[in-house]
């Protein structure tokens, strides 16, 4: 799949370098991004390719209409503009970048649209990790996040918390827009799932993750199956090779959800109310005839 032309010109040296630097952390968008501060510049790019979306600041923008081609222009502004250019969409140049982002790709649609987000590739070795233990307390989110962090330095890494209670503001930051927007948006009969991901991660160095949901009520009532399906479909739509599902244990049909991951890491203790626990679930799983479970099984040492 190409990949597109982004071309940023705008004074601001430093402000058109670190929104370069913002889009290319962006791993789900095939983008090339060229920065340029200066007229001669931007003549000197048009001479050498065609832009598929070029960000300019107004100053700017006659002289380098004139220098690059470009499929679609949007203007920076730092909020003085005074009617000029109202054939272009403009974007206030200062908000947050996720704003920023959501708003070029709700103007760039048909771009974006066309193939901007990576698709799966057939060869692909992809799998989805479970982090489970029936004991509580015991550094399952922290391991979680860990095993996400090392996988993350040599594959395309999603984490994705299912508890209901998270802790946002402890691990995460809080965000508006969580894990909530991905299951309502996976529900819909249209959309790119792949694309919509793009503007709501979040980064923990390589490691992409989802801001859990911050209130309970809204996944209580999503079954095993449901989360199973949710999981293989980012894994279609999407860049990533592996999901680190970090699962509670109150989700109905809980087997059904372990039955989707390739392997499952189970955090455990060795005191005598911990072994009967793990115990208790083992037992479960064999009356539920799911030994299949019980073959995917990594023990760890929690606490750790």
């Not at 601001?12 to 060229?34: G, N, P, S, T």
């Not at 992409?208 to 999981?231: F, H, M, N």
């Not at 989700?251 to 626990?277: G, Q």
């Amino acid at each position: 799949m190409k990949s597109k032309n982004l071309i940023i010109c705008d004074a601001e040296e430093d402000y058109a370098k670190a929104l370069a630097a913002f889009f290319l952390r962006k791993k789900e968008m095939m983008l090339q991004v060229q920065v340029c501060s200066s007229i001669e510049h931007a003549a000197f790019l048009g001479e050498k390719l065609r832009a598929d979306i070029l960000l300019v600041s107004p100053e700017y923008a006659p002289e380098v209409r004139q220098k690059i081609d470009a499929e679609k222009v949007i203007l920076l502004s730092d909020g003085n503009m005074h009617g000029e250019y109202q054939e272009l969409p403009v974007l206030y140049k200062y908000q947050p970048g996720e704003k920023l982002l959501n708003s070029i790709i709700r103007e760039c649609a048909e771009i974006f649209e066309a193939g901007v987000v990576r698709g799966v590739c057939g060869n692909r070795q992809q799998k989805i990790i479970g982090v489970f233990s029936p004991v509580h307390r015991i550094g399952k989110t922290a391991y979680a996040l860990r095993l996400g962090e090392d996988l993350a330095e040599s594959e395309n890494v999603l984490y994705m918390n299912l508890e209901i209670y998270a802790g946002l503001g402890g691990h995460f930051e809080q965000n508006s827009q969580t894990l909530a927007d991905v299951i309502y948006y996976a529900g819909q009969e249209k959309g790119n799932l792949g694309l919509m991901l793009t503007t709501l991660v979040c980064h923990r160095g390589n490691l992409d993750y989802l801001q859990p949901v911050p209130v309970s009520e809204d996944i209580k009532g999503i079954r095993g199956t449901e989360w199973g399906e949710l999981a293989n479909k980012i894994l279609e739509q999407s860049i990533y090779d592996t999901l680190v599902l970090d699962i509670g244990d109150f989700i109905p049909e809980l087997y059904k959800l372990l039955k989707c991951c390739t392997e499952l890491h189970m955090l455990i203790l060795e005191d005598e109310y911990s072994r009967a626990k793990v115990l208790q679930f083992e037992q479960e799983m064999h009356l539920l005839g799911q030994e299949d479970i019980l073959k995917k099984i990594i023990r760890k040492g929690g606490n750790a």
